[in-house]
C-alpha cells in the first residue's frame, strides 16, 4: 500500500515577473510521502524558493490545487493559510531568521506562537531541542553571541519545536562551513524521522545531496515559459 502525502500539487500555476519579463511557473504534478525524505537541486534562479514558498503557502497560485496535511491551501485566505503553516510546516532559511534582540531559548520559544503549545510545554520542548543541538548551555546567549553554525541550530530548533508534519528547508547549509553542513542537516533528518514528519530540503550543494535518500533535480517538477513558450534559462 503507497504511503499517504502530506503535500500534494496539482496543475499549480502562478505567473512571475513584471512588465516585460513575465514567465508561467508551472507545476504539473508533484507529491512528497507522510514521512518522506527529498532534497531538491538546482542552480540559483531555477525556481526552487518559489516551489517552497507555494508548498508553505506563502504565495498562492494562479490556478490548479496545492494540498497540505489533508487541506487545500490553495482554497483557504491568508490567515486561514498562516494558521495551517503554523501549525503543520516548519522553515529553516539560509538567512536563519533569528531575532536579534532574543536569547537562543526565546528565538526557538517564537516558532510555537501558531500551534497553541502551552507555555511550560513549549519551553520544556525548546530546552530539549536545544539540548540535543549541543547547545544546552547557551539557552540565554543572543545571535551575535553564538557562531554562525549555532545560529542555524536554533534556528533548525525553532522549525522543529512545534512538532511539524513538514520540514521545509531552504539552502539551509549556504553559510556554514562542511561541519556544520553535516551536523544541521543529520539533525534535520534524525528529529524528522522521530517526529513522523516529511522533510522537503531545496540545495545546490554538493554535500547536503550526498546526505540525503533521494534527490530530484528542480527541472522534472518545475517549467518556467515565457509567454511565448521560450524556455526561461
Do not use: W
Request: aromatic share 4%; hydrophobic share 40%; proline share 3%.
Amino acid at each position: 500500500m503507497s504511503q499517504a502525502s502530506v503535500l500534494s500539487m496539482r496543475h499549480v500555476v502562478k505567473l512571475r515577473g513584471r512588465g516585460d519579463d513575465i514567465f508561467r511557473f508551472a507545476v504539473k504534478a508533484f507529491d512528497i510521502a507522510a514521512t518522506g525524505e527529498m532534497a531538491v537541486t538546482g542552480p540559483s534562479g531555477s525556481g526552487k524558493s518559489t516551489l517552497l514558498n507555494l508548498v508553505s503557502g506563502l504565495i498562492t497560485p494562479d490556478s490548479g490545487t496545492i494540498t497540505l496535511a489533508g487541506q487545500e491551501i490553495s482554497a483557504l485566505g491568508e490567515a486561514q493559510r498562516d494558521r495551517v503553516r503554523g501549525r503543520c510546516v516548519g522553515q529553516v532559511y539560509q538567512t536563519f531568521n533569528l531575532l536579534q534582540g532574543f536569547s537562543a531559548l526565546e528565538n526557538v520559544l517564537l516558532g510555537q506562537s501558531f500551534s497553541g503549545m502551552a507555555g511550560a510545554a513549549a519551553r520544556s520542548r525548546a530546552e530539549e531541542l536545544l539540548q540535543r543541538m549541543g547547545l544546552g548551555e547557551k539557552l540565554k546567549r543572543l545571535p551575535s553571541e553564538l557562531s554562525v553554525g549555532e545560529q542555524q541550530r536554533v534556528a533548525v530548533a525553532r522549525a522543529l519545536i512545534h512538532k511539524p508534519q513538514l520540514i521545509l528547508a531552504d539552502e539551509p547549509t549556504a553559510n556554514l562551513d562542511d561541519p556544520n553542513s553535516r551536523k544541521v542537516v543529520e539533525a534535520l533528518r534524525e528529529l524528522a524521522q522521530e517526529a513522523g514528519a516529511a522533510l522537503l530540503l531545496v540545495s545546490h550543494d554538493q554535500r547536503v545531496i550526498e546526505m540525503m535518500p533521494a534527490v530530484t533535480d528542480i527541472s522534472s517538477i518545475v517549467s518556467m515559459t515565457r509567454p511565448s513558450g521560450e524556455a526561461v534559462r
